[in-house]
């Protein structure tokens, strides 16, 4: 467990699927953050967590045992060649945005996934062009970009809820070298009782 402040950053489990849901869950009922229409239930979100697990890592932000947002790390394509690249998810607690808890997840999840020898960052963000939109604000984009990620690409009209279309673009940082042969990549397991957090 790492600790910053009286927040601790910790490795999720799958017994944290029901705090982890109630973090998620309005993104899927109020926003178009998520495009997911319906929320999924404890059993599918706990299966998510496991799956992540074997391969990447997983942590929550903890206040006083209470789950205040979680990030994760995924397969940006599942073919072996794309190990060194994964795309990035983060979801706060909406009493709790804009306090920090965002950029102390994503700077913890980069120091892991570096020890993983993973090189490329990638994100997969909901953008709106119209100046008022009740369900999107961009501020996930504003958000990348303030972690260091620049914009690599936009699909447009590619995402339907709540009778409208959004875009999809895709952010991208380079968190190290691209070197001929590449780093060994090691899965989560094999770096997580070495790199300082439970």
């Keep these: 467990m790492d600790t910053t402040g009286s927040v601790e950053i910790r490795t999720v489990t799958e017994n944290d699927a029901s705090a982890l849901l109630s973090v998620y869950a309005p993104y899927v009922e109020k926003t178009a953050i998520s495009f997911e229409y319906e929320v999924p239930s404890k059993e599918e979100f706990a299966q998510r967590i496991r799956t992540v697990l074997k391969k990447y890592p997983y942590i929550a932000a903890v206040e006083n045992g209470h789950i205040t947002g979680y990030a ?79 914009l690599v690409g936009t699909f447009e009209k590619c995402g339907y809820k709540f009778d409208a279309w959004y875009d999809m673009v895709w952010m991208e940082k380079l968190i190290g070298n691209h070197t001929c042969p590449a780093p060994a990549f090691k899965t989560f397991p094999e770096i997580k009782d070495s790199c300082g957090i439970l």
């Excluded at 920090?100 to 892991?112: D, S, V």
């Design 72 to 150: 994760y790390a995924g397969a940006f394509n599942t073919r072996q060649a794309y190990d060194h690249s994964v795309e990035m998810t983060v979801y706060i607690e909406e009493s709790q945005r804009r306090h920090g808890l965002g950029c102390l997840l994503y700077r913890k999840m980069e120091e892991l996934l570096k020890q993983q020898g993973v090189l490329n960052l990638n994100a997969c963000i909901g953008y709106t062009p119209r100046e008022h939109d009740p369900h999107l604000t961009n501020a996930s984009m504003h958000f990348h970009e303030h972690m260091g990620f620049r």
